[in-house]
Structure formats: structure tokens, C-alpha cells
């Protein structure tokens, strides 16, 4: 029944994965007479005229060994998670990741970032996408489909950063929890959309620590990092829980995943060591007793009632989206360039800036610029509608959610927000290696 | 693995929480100095430093050029580049610093965090799911709605880009006949002649001929003949070997006409009438514009004349008429003045009036369109100029808001600068780079010919409103209708100096072999040698005829209009 069910969603990547596996360079790489050689083309645009000295310079081969070391650690995690359950094997993954996915190769390309290349590629055929890329981007998405969040808990260079700072968690109130969580969902969206109308890759523009793996970086991304840092350590993983984009499709895999973190090895004795000790907040209690619960009608309307606001709710963001396109559309750098343009036109003496300078050098014609640019908003628009809509839909999807009735026996994790960082493992008093022997007085 | 007992596991809680304080304040220390240095580094030009620009504003100003002065530079420049990049290193290392107090303190609080008491059963229990969906389904709810609110106002309160469509140049372009088309005429073959209102180069500058001095209109010295033209017309003469062609006109009839350039003698006249679309009642012009305002052109092939009327009459070199078309008849409250070009084979014409401001590229062997610019701009008088940027031949136009350019070939508007104002009759010069233009009521500017970007404008000055100016040697020379002499200096657009030299200048001067000419309304010939630094006038010819029109300057022989005459001004030993 779990296989039936995880079969749509594979499906789907593989299709969708299809065009941009088969998908070519539409053009050929210029022939330079004068003896320049051209570098070679790397997947990794922004690694590769960012990276310091700290960082290797990235070849296609490095890539390949990412992609591989990616799938390696990937095993390792699954290894570790399920069969070993092992919370130190989880943190020496952790330590590796830093390292490898972290310094070695600069932060970049992460899976995180990688959403925007395949919204890119998808929306636009102009916009080249290696193999590479796209296996950064399926393989998490493939193990949470079978195996949960092991990619955020061991792999993931942000999300593990995050975990090495954690020191004292705290709860977060259930409730500012659950509606913080919601976050993720814009930010993707928001991804998604700048990415795929060419305004800018907002997830990589706004990554908060791929500044410490290459030791420089703007003064608002360090700070921004810094903050975050200093706020994981004692609200576990603030990232992957309120911003991460890529968390969203990932806890949206893993709710098929047939495996998932067994708290206990054995019977659950019902002690709420790993409710206490879980950083994410993933560990969700039994059910109440019947006598305890809202009736089943009750939950049954409500869900009625859900499902007859979900057209108006969708409509009215859709259309508040398309409006808003407009106000989007200020953000794309041809709109400011032809914004810039026309208000230089207008007044002869305003100052120049370096991008309308070399617009106006190109001697490429206003008209032309502003063509494209009514191109450029259409386009905003549409996909601002459309974000409305997604956005109207998957919090719906979150208000049913909360409206159904739960059936649960023990503590057991929530798949979508467990990101198995193992931590449960070692404080559950099944376990055997969690016994401790007192000294007398002790 | 050992265990440790509960005394020993506090013990190293501790001292790992120790380290951790003691991490944290070298951290912040290392955080602080590295802010500093890098505010510093930012704020740092290590360039442009106050000293360095001191001693390099000493050493330009120095016309010696002081070697001590040169070494004093190099060391500043040295220090000042190596301060920047000891920061710089500074900074990296700060850096390292960083990752290994993080790195202490990281793992301090791993083994803090790993050696915390063992936990214990959180407080509360049990708390009823119920309840909390129902909290978390209102603050989603609420949380979802105020997101929309949101972007509802948003989409109020900001403004939203529109895209300005008044001012777009809209081309249209027609696929010439590939049948009768034929190869350009070789621009050496226009340098040669003169073929265009302000010679060859349309900036009014000539190729570099001999220029006759020391003639006299009155007693006939160096005149080398005086020929009556039919009828008026303030167009200036062009000339392409031994032709000579001016054109005439008045309210009933249009013509142009072909003098030999050795004796004076009409060689043929050709009248601009039976053209399809032309008025039947010309329209009314003023005096000092009259029927036939703008000069003709010519390829050597044929010879193209446009008056008041829009009628545009091509003839061959003989007088034989090839094509004639009507553009339109202009709606101009003094008569339509612009003199086309001709580029690679296109006769360019400004069609501009009060409803219509088109710049149309005519195949100059069919007649027929092959592209034109809507301009949605206003009326200009002002003729347009042909530079060569980059390889690329542009189009240069003033209107009364902008200077514009175009691209020759495709007529796409290249770019556009809106610095006019005021009613436009002059042409732009050019030189080094720089477009200048300069007209009353607007101001004098100078633009850079490959982006269009506006370098300097001035209003401190007496401006023409005819009389085009030129440019030489970084200064712009202009000539005012009210008579004043004016030089700017073309980078920055300082006024270097300005003459009275009494009546005024309609007549745009031109530069020959290193000297400016210029005829005032009076008839005077100034001749001028460029000079920044004052007015140098080396001599003044008089023609004793009233003259507004541009001379025309072939193998060292002067061709100038006047009212009624067409004189030939030489050597008469050559």
C-alpha cells in the first residue's frame, strides 16, 4: 500500500525531471580567435567567481564528486539513522558535512539553493541545467520519499551548521510554532517565482551562511548568519524550521515515507524523555482518550466548510497575486533598468548608473528594452497569480490538516518535521546503551 | 565505551561552559576589531586619497613636470595601495581567527549540551490536541488573511511601473527593391566634394583645402565670377566636381539649378512641379525662411532637393528627372528648413512639423522608403548630422526637447538625451568622441556620442539660433544671431572667451586647414584661427552682399550664396 502510494509522486519527478535531463545548450560556446581560452562551464555559477582560496576551485569533476559524495552521505545517514540508530554516527556525519559540503566545496551548490535552477530551467528554456544540478536537486527529495528528512538532519550544509550550535533548546510555543512554519511556504514560492521571471535567485541571495563556509560575504548576509547562529542555540535549527524552502518539499515527501524515526527500539514506556529532548519539536503525543476528543461530526463539518472557502480563498489570492505582480515587477532588474533609462530620458541631467550606461553603449533601441520589459511584468503577473493560488491552496492544506482527527497510540515523530537528527535515540530509556549506573550517593 | 559517573559528567559541564564564555569573548573581540577594519577599508579610496589627488592636481599644473614630484607620487601611491591590501589581508585572517574560536566553541557546546543532567519528563503532559489544532486553525487563519491584507496594500499604495509610450520611436521599415538598388558611392568620392549642407562630414568641417584669403567682394579681388541665381533661397550651395547646385523657389514655383564651377554659367535648371500629392496652394512660410530653405544633396549620381512644399525631386546630374514625391506638406509656422544626407545609399530626410516628426530613409535610386522614425516629439528647424561611432554610422538629431541618434542602417533609435528646449534651428559638431550642440533658449551641451550621456551643459552663454557650431581641438566655437564670438572648452564646458563682432551670424562657420570661417549677415568673411586661450582673427573678407547661407569649399575654390548671386571665390591663378 506504501509502494502505491509513493508511485504518483515518483512519477511525477521522473517526468518533470525528463525535459531538463535531455535539455542542451541552445547555443555554442563563442570560438575566440585571439588564443583566449575560454574557462570551462561550470553548474555552479555563483561557487565559481565567488569562491576564495579557502574554497577548491570548482571543476566539472568536483561537481560529479559532490553529486557522489551527496549520494554517499546520503546512504551513510539512512545507514546510521535506521540501522545502526546511532546519534554519534548521525553527529560524525554532521562534522563531515560542515566539512565537505560546508568549506570544501563553499556552500554552493546546495540542494537548497538548486529549487531555483530547475524553476529557472523549467520556466525558461533558455536557462541551462546540468545533470548535476538536477541530481543536487531529486536525490534528498528521492530518500525523504522513502526514508524522511535524513538529508536535513546529516547532509545538509545549513541545516547542520544549525545543529552543531544547538546547546539549549527550547520549546517554542506550540501554537507560534505551528504558524511560524508557515514561512517556508512564501519563501519557496517567492523562490520559485523570482527565479523563474529572471528577477533574481532570492534563496541564494538571502543564504545566511554560505558567508562563514567561504569567509566573506556581504555585511548583511554575516550578520544575518550570525543572528541565526546565535538563535539556534537555544531556538534548535531556526532556518530549516521558519525559512527553508527545500524543507517544504521535503517534509511534503517524507509524509509518504514508509520508514521514519522509531523513537524506541522497543515497547514505549511513555516517559516523554524524547519529547523533552527533540530540538524540532517533532514528537507528537497519543491520542486522547475518545471521551476526551471532538466528536467525529464536528471535525466533519468544519472540513465542509473548509472545502467551500477553498475556491473563494484561491480566487481572491489568485487575483490579489496577479495585482501585486505589478509591484513585483519593480524588482526585476530590466524593469529597474528601463526605469532608470526612461527617467534619464525624461531628465537629461540625471546621473547615470553603470547599467544604463552599458545599456545605452549596446545601442540597443528603448523601444526594445521597453518590449521586453512589458514582457517581463506579464509574466510576473501570471506567475504572482498563480503563487497566490499555491499559496491559498497549501495553507488550506495546513487548515485541513489541523482538522482532522488524529490517531495515534504513543509518542511517535511528525515525518514532516522529524529531521532526524537522532537525538530521541539517546535519551530513550529502552534503549540499552542509555542505562546509566549510578555510584552509591549519587 | 566508559561510562562516567554524575560528578565527573558536571565537572566537564562546567568547564566546557567556561570555555565557552571565554570563546565567546575572544569571538566578540576578534567580531568588533574585524568590523572596524573592514568600515575602514570601506570608507578607504586608496586612489583617490585627498593627498594623492593633491600632489597629482601639483604635478599636472607643474608644466616641468617636477621628477621629484613624479617619485613623491609612485611612494604615496604605493603606501596608500598597500595600506588597502594590509587591511585586506587583516581582514582574512581575522577570518581564521573566527573559524577557530567558533570551532572551540562549538565543540565546547557539544560536550556542554552532551553532558547537561539527564532529562527529565517535561512538565504539563498530555495537553489536549483538540484544543491546540482549534488555536493553531484561528492563528493560521488569522496569520493567512493579514498576509493577504497585506498584498492588497501593497498593491494600493505602490505605485507600479508604467511604461512611457510618448516618447518611443516607432520605426517602419520597408524591404527596399532588391532590383534597383546598387552599390553606395564611396564615402573618399564625397570627401572629395561637397555634397552636403556643412560639407562632406555634415559637422562643418572641410577637408583640408586651401582657404582663399584676402579677397574683396567689392573691388572683385579673388572673385572668380558672379553668377544671378533664378530665384531666392537660403540653402547653401554643394558641389560634386565641376557642378555646382543651389535651389530657388517662391510661392509659385520650386527649382533647382546647376551652375559650372568654372565659369558660373547655368548649366541646367529643373523645376519641382508635376509631383503626385503636391499643394496646389503652397503653404505660408516666412520671409527669412521662404520656398527653398534647405540645401540639396548629392551622390555624384543624382541630386536631391526638398522645399516648403514636402515635394522631394530627384534628378540625375544632366537635370533629368528620376523620381519625385510629395512627404507631405509640412505645417510649419516658419517653412520647412532641413537639409537631408545621403548614407550608404539612403537619402535621410527630418521631416518634422507640428503633427509629424518622422526621420525617413529614402532608397536614393527608387525614391521609395525603406525605414522611418516616428519621432512623437516637436517641430525642429534643424538638419541632421551623420558621425561614425565605433565603427557605426549614427545619425544625429535635434529636436526641441532631445539630441537623439540613430542607427543608419536600421533606423532604430540608438539613444536619446532630453536636453533642449525652445525652438531648435541649429546642427550638432562633433568631435573626440563628443556630440555638441548648442542653441538659443536651450543651452549649449556636450554628449557622449557612444552612450549618450550628458558630460556638461551650459546656459552661460550668448547662444545661436541659425548658425550651427564647430568644434576643434577640445573647443566648441559658436557664432550668435546677436554677433558674439563664443569658445567653451568641449570637456568641461568652461567659457574660455567671447567677441562682439558686430552683426549677427546666420551662416555656420567651417573649419579649413586649421582656420574657422565664418560670414556674418553683413557679408564679412572672418577668418579665425582657433585659439582657446583668446580671439585670434586673422583676417576679414568682405563679399559686400547680405549672406545666411553656409559656403561650400572644393579644390580650393569658395562657393557663397548670397540673396541673389551665386560667387566663386579662388585664387584665379589655379
Known amino acids: 500500500m506504501n509502494r502505491l502510494r509513493k508511485l504518483p509522486a515518483g512519477l511525477i519527478m521522473f517526468f518533470a525531471a525528463m525535459p531538463l535531463l535531455t535539455a542542451q545548450n541552445r547555443f555554442p560556446k563563442p570560438e575566440f580567435t585571439s588564443g583566449y581560452k575560454a574557462p570551462p562551464l561550470s553548474s555552479l555559477p555563483s561557487a565559481a567567481t565567488q569562491l576564495e582560496r579557502s574554497v577548491l576551485p570548482v571543476t566539472p569533476y568536483l561537481e560529479y564528486a559532490a553529486l557522489g559524495m551527496l549520494l554517499i552521505f546520503l546512504l551513510l545517514s539512512c545507514y546510521f539513522l535506521y540501522r545502526k540508530r546511532s546519534r554519534r554516527g548521525i553527529f560524525a556525519m554532521v562534522l563531515a558535512s560542515v566539512a565537505f559540503f560546508g568549506f570544501l566545496i563553499g556552500g554552493c551548490i546546495c540542494a537548497v539553493g538548486s529549487i531555483q535552477n530547475v524553476a529557472a530551467a523549467v520556466f525558461n528554456q533558455n536557462f541551462p541545467i546540468s545533470p548535476v544540478v538536477l541530481g543536487i536537486f531529486m536525490l534528498p527529495l528521492f530518500f525523504a520519499l522513502f526514508a524522511g528528512r535524513v538529508f536535513c538532519g546529516s547532509v545538509c550544509p545549513l541545516g547542520t551548521i544549525q545543529d552543531l550550535v544547538i546547546f539549549y533548546p527550547l520549546k517554542v510555543p506550540p501554537l507560534l510554532d505551528r504558524i511560524l512554519r508557515i514561512l517556508p511556504l512564501f519563501y519557496l514560492g517567492a523562490g520559485v517565482l523570482f527565479a523563474a521571471t529572471g528577477i533574481s535567485f532570492l534563496i541564494c541571495r538571502f543564504d545566511p551562511f554560505v558567508g562563514f563556509y567561504r569567509m566573506t560575504g556581504p555585511f548583511f548576509m554575516l550578520s544575518a548568519g550570525t543572528l541565526l547562529l546565535l538563535l539556534g542555540m537555544f531556538v534548535a535549527r531556526p532556518y530549516c524550521r521558519y525559512l527553508c524552502p527545500y524543507g517544504v518539499l521535503l517534509s511534503w515527501l517524507s509524509k509518504l515515507s514508509s520508514r521514519r524515526v522509531s523513537v524506541t527500539p522497543d515497547e514505549c514506556i511513555r516517559c516523554r524523555l524524547c519529547e523533552d529532548v527533540c530540538p524540532v519539536d517533532a514528537i507528537m503525543p497519543p491520542s486522547p482518550p475518545e471521551d476526551e476528543r471532538e466528536p467525529m461530526r464536528k471535525s466533519l463539518h468544519r472540513i465542509i466548510l473548509l472545502l467551500l472557502l477553498l475556491p473563494m480563498t484561491a480566487a481572491a489570492s489568485g487575483v490579489t497575486g496577479y495585482f501585486l505582480g505589478n509591484q513585483i515587477s519593480l524588482l526585476h532588474p530590466k524593469v529597474v533598468l528601463c526605469r532608470q533609462v526612461c527617467a534619464e530620458l525624461a531628465a537629461g541631467d540625471r546621473p547615470q548608473t553603470d547599467e544604463s550606461l552599458a545599456f545605452r553603449s549596446a545601442g540597443t533601441p528603448v523601444a526594445e528594452l521597453q518590449r521586453e520589459v512589458g514582457g517581463v511584468v506579464s ?58 549506573t549510578l555510584k552509591e550517593g549519587e | 565505551m566508559k561510562k562516567v559517573s554524575i560528578k565527573t559528567r558536571n565537572i566537564i559541564h562546567r568547564t566546557a561552559l567556561a570555555v565557552v564564555v571565554v570563546a565567546s569573548v575572544f569571538l566578540l573581540a576578534v567580531i568588533m576589531i574585524m568590523l572596524l577594519q573592514y568600515r575602514q577599508i570601506k570608507r578607504t579610496e586608496p586612489l583617490n586619497l585627498p593627498a594623492l589627488s593633491g600632489l597629482r592636481g601639483q604635478y599636472i599644473n607643474d608644466e616641468r613636470g617636477s621628477e621629484q614630484l613624479k617619485e613623491q607620487i609612485r611612494q604615496l601611491d604605493l603606501l596608500s595601495r598597500r595600506a588597502w591590501f594590509t587591511g585586506e589581508d587583516q581582514l582574512h585572517s581575522g577570518g581564521f581567527l573566527i573559524i577557530g574560536g567558533m570551532i572551540v566553541m562549538l565543540a565546547m557546546l557539544q560536550v556542554a549540551a552532551s553532558t547537561r543532567p539527564y532529562p527529565n519528563t517535561p512538565p504539563g503532559g498530555g495537553a489536549s490536541t483538540d484544543r491546540l489544532a482549534a488555536r493553531t486553525r484561528v492563528g493560521i487563519a488569522i496569520g493567512g488573511s493579514a498576509v493577504l491584507l497585506l498584498a492588497v496594500v501593497t498593491v494600493f499604495l505602490v505605485k507600479p511601473f508604467a511604461l512611457p509610450v510618448a516618447k518611443a520611436a516607432s520605426v517602419k521599415k520597408t524591404a527596399p527593391d532588391a532590383q534597383l538598388t546598387e552599390t553606395p558611392v564611396a564615402t573618399e568620392e564625397f570627401n572629395r566634394n561637397w555634397p552636403f549642407f556643412r560639407g562632406p562630414y555634415t559637422i562643418g568641417v572641410a577637408p583640408d583645402y586651401k582657404l582663399p584669403v584676402g579677397w574683396d567682394g567689392k573691388t572683385g579681388k579673388g572673385i572668380l565670377w558672379k553668377s544671378e541665381i533664378p530665384l531666392p533661397g537660403y540653402n547653401s550651395p554643394v558641389v560634386w566636381g565641376n557642378r555646382i547646385f543651389v535651389s530657388g523657389g517662391n510661392k509659385q514655383i520650386r527649382e533647382m539649378y546647376c551652375f559650372n564651377a568654372a565659369d558660373g554659367k547655368l548649366l541646367w535648371r529643373h523645376a519641382a512641379d508635376n509631383i503626385p500629392g503636391s499643394p496646389a496652394v503652397p503653404p505660408e512660410v516666412t520671409e527669412d525662411t521662404g520656398y527653398a530653405a534647405p540645401t540639396m544633396a548629392t551622390d555624384g549620381k543624382r541630386v536631391f532637393a526638398v522645399f516648403a512644399t514636402g515635394d522631394l525631386v530627384c534628378a540625375d546630374m544632366d537635370g533629368k528627372r528620376l523620381w519625385a514625391v510629395n512627404l507631405g506638406v509640412p505645417k510649419n509656422h516658419y517653412g520647412y528648413s532641413s537639409s537631408p544626407v545621403i548614407v550608404d545609399g539612403r537619402l535621410i530626410v527630418q521631416f518634422f512639423d507640428e503633427n509629424r516628426q518622422l526621420l525617413i530613409a529614402l532608397n536614393t535610386v527608387t525614391g521609395k522608403p525603406e525605414w522611418s522614425a516616428d519621432r512623437k516629439t516637436s517641430i525642429s528647424w534643424s538638419s541632421p548630422s551623420v558621425i561614425n561611432v565605433a565603427g557605426r554610422k549614427l545619425i544625429v538629431t535635434i529636436t526641441c526637447d532631445a539630441v537623439e541618434t540613430f542607427d543608419a542602417a536600421a533606423g532604430n533609435p540608438v539613444w536619446q538625451l532630453n536636453c533642449m528646449g525652445g525652438e531648435v534651428g541649429t546642427s550638432a559638431a562633433y568631435s573626440e568622441g563628443r556630440i555638441l550642440v548648442a542653441n538659443d533658449n536651450a543651452c549649449a551641451a556636450a554628449i557622449s556620442a557612444a552612450a549618450g550621456r550628458l558630460l556638461w551643459k551650459t546656459n552661460e552663454l550668448t547662444l545661436p539660433d541659425v548658425s550651427s557650431p564647430v568644434a576643434f581641438e577640445n573647443a566648441m566655437y ?97
Open chain 1, 379 to 436: 509574466n510576473i503577473r501570471l506567475g504572482s497569480c498563480i503563487l497566490g493560488v499555491f499559496l491559498a491552496l497549501a495553507i488550506m492544506a495546513r487548515l485541513f490538516n489541523f482538522s482532522k482527527r488524529r490517531e495515534q497510540q504513543d509518542y511517535q515523530v511528525d515525518r514532516s518535521i522529524c529531521v532526524c537528527c537522532g537525538r530521541c535515540y539517546s535519551v530513550c530509556p529502552r534503549d540499552k546503551r542509555n542505562r546509566i
Open chain 2, 478 to 574: 559658436i557664432f550668435s544671431s546677436s554677433g558674439t564670438a563664443s569658445c567653451v572648452d568641449a570637456a568641461t564646458g568652461k567659457k574660455l572667451w567671447e567677441k562682439e563682432l558686430g552683426s549677427g551670424f546666420y551662416s555656420s562657420p567651417l573649419l579649413v586647414s586649421g582656420r574657422i570661417i565664418v560670414f556674418n549677415m553683413e557679408g564679412n568673411a572672418f577668418i579665425i584661427k582657433p585659439d582657446r586661450e583668446k580671439y585670434t582673427q586673422e583676417a576679414v573678407c568682405a563679399l559686400g552682399e547680405k549672406v545666411v547661407a553656409t559656403p561650400a569649399l572644393v579644390n580650393g575654390k569658395l562657393y557663397i550664396r548670397t540673396d541673389k548671386f551665386l560667387y566663386c571665390i579662388g585664387d584665379k591663378t589655379e
